[in-house]
T-cell receptor
Framework: GEDVEQSLFLSVREGDSSVINCTYT??????LYWYKQEPGAGLQLLTY???NMDMKQDQRLTVLLNKKDKHLSLRIADTQTGDSAIYFC????????????WGLGTSLGVNP | IAGITQAPTSQILAAGRRMTLRCTQD?????MYWYRQDLGLGLRLIHY???????GKGEVPDGYSVSRANTDDFPLTLASAVPSQTSVYFC?????????????FGPGTRLTVL
């Protein structure tokens, strides 16, 4: 079945790089997404990558996609305390209703 | 630009009561969704609607109903609330056009059923 897996927690020091990993099951996904949820708020799209790409960079964010291993990662360079949040990986579900299959989220803690 | 609004922000409800959570979007998106978020269980889809006039069941639809009379509004009703429905509820919408189908989330409703 469709599944997206992430580790639940990550703790880094301010200024270090953070790497959040995700594995997914559906190799036919056209896009893969990273969403961010700050405390007490709804989710916001952080970035996405098209499945024919290996890497996407956007300022401090780098997304790496390994289609062979069905592995997606999000790297945040120079992590700041404001990056403390829950990060969700998501892939489209099967069928034409365009639902997303969500990971459980990785809670990133940044220590000063 | 408001995006998606949800009401109420939070609510404490006695078990057995009926409750409607409101959701309104001003982006003219085709699709709307209701999720619940619980610690350790992530986001679970309750119901969705791909276009006005149609709805579909998600992973955890039991005890909830929705309607989509127009493009902008997608209310979620708990007919007879139970304590296991204590959760944070998020409404979302997406354009369902070509390309990446970004979902836009509301701020959430924190519901406690006693």
């Amino acid at each position: 079945g469709e599944d997206v897996e992430q580790s639940l927690f990550l703790s880094v020091r301010e200024g270090d790089s953070s790497v959040i990993n995700c594995t997914y099951t559906d190799s036919s996904s056209t896009y893969l997404y990273w969403y961010k949820q700050e405390p007490g708020a709804g989710l916001q799209l952080l970035t996405y990558i098209f499945s024919n790409m290996d890497m996407k960079q956007d300022q401090r964010l780098t997304v790496l996609l390994n289609k062979k291993d069905k592995h997606l990662s999000l790297r945040i360079a120079d992590t700041q305390t404001g990056d403390s949040a829950i990060y969700f990986c998501a892939q489209p579900g099967a069928g034409n209703n365009r639902k997303l299959i969500w990971g459980l989220g990785t809670s990133l803690g940044v220590n000063p | 630009i408001a995006g998606i609004t949800q009401a109420p922000t939070s609510q404490i409800l006695a078990a057995g009561r009926r409750m409607t959570l409101r959701c309104t979007q001003d982006m003219r998106h085709n699709a709307m969704y209701w999720y619940r978020q619980d610690l350790g269980l992530g986001l679970r889809l309750i119901h969705y609607s791909n276009t006005a006039g149609t709805t579909g069941k998600g992973e955890v639809p039991d005890g909830y109903s929705v309607s989509r009379a127009n493009t902008d509004d997608f209310p979620l009703t708990l007919a007879s609330a139970v304590p296991s429905q204590t959760s944070v509820y998020f409404c979302a919408s997406s354009p369902l056009a070509g390309g990446p189908d970004t979902q836009y989330f509301g701020p959430g409703t924190r519901l406690t059923v006693l």
